[in-house]
């Protein structure tokens, strides 16, 4: 059995108003055996794609490998857009080595709620997939319920919106909230290709451009919100 450790901490700064939730980097970040294009770093798996569509979308011309100059350039670029990467899952076991999130037993996560209650200007969560069987969404229902918190439909468009309301501590007599809105984007792993390839939208944008692909489409969702 695997025991597979989140290999970096959060980063959060004080004035992060967003958060990016997914839930364990492959086990080769873990075991300090990264790949040549990887970046020791939060989504630094070259294959995850996520700071591909980042690059694509600011035009930052990023580095991909293992230096300390590429860990240097993402967090620039988180701490200037304000964003900061809380994933949600500590720890888990694995029979098989690998990077499946169906995979993960013995689930340990992290305390998300906390961190939103410990940095007030959070007002939204990008979670890096949907509500599928031990993604981010499908985890972070699980922990809200701990709070006696539920997440509340906002829009069922793809990406799927909600919203919940975290309580406040107020020195009035009434309880006050903050509303904190969840975005549940499209998984940058090549296993969500095929449902993606399956939505109306993307079949019709193929259909006017047959050059366009999910890459294309991924960099389309997540523009409005990196």
Not at 56 to 68: A, E
Not at 117 to 124: G, L, S
Request: glycine share 6%.
């Amino acid at each position: 059995m695997f025991f597979h450790k989140h290999p970096y901490q959060t980063f959060i700064q004080q004035d992060t108003t967003k958060l990016i939730v997914g839930t364990l980097p492959p086990p080769r970040f873990s075991k300090g055996e990264l790949l040549e294009k990887d970046v020791d770093f939060c989504y630094g798996s070259y294959y995850n794609s996520l700071w591909l569509f980042i690059d694509k979308i600011h035009n930052l011309g990023l580095r991909f490998d293992n230096s300390q100059e590429a860990i240097n350039e993402r967090k620039q670029f988180l701490i200037q857009h304000k964003i900061g990467v809380c994933d949600i899952v500590e720890s888990a076991e694995r029979e098989k080595i690998d990077a499946s999130d169906l995979g993960m037993k013995n689930i340990i996560l992290r305390d998300i709620v906390g961190y939103l209650k410990h940095y007030p200007n959070i007002n939204t969560l990008l979670f890096t997939g949907g509500n599928s069987k031990n993604g981010p969404e499908y985890f972070f229902r699980k922990h809200l319920k701990e709070y006696g918190l539920k997440l509340e439909m906002v829009s069922n468009v793809i990406p799927r919106i909600h919203q919940f309301k975290l309580p406040v501590k107020s020195s009035v007599v009434e309880t006050s909230f903050r509303i904190i809105k969840t975005v549940s984007l499209t998984s940058g792993s090549g296993a969500a290709n095929i449902s993606i390839s399956r939505t109306p939208f993307y079949k019709q944008q193929k259909s006017k451009n047959p050059k366009f692909n999910t890459f294309d489409f991924r960099v389309m969702q997540y523009k409005e919100f990196l």
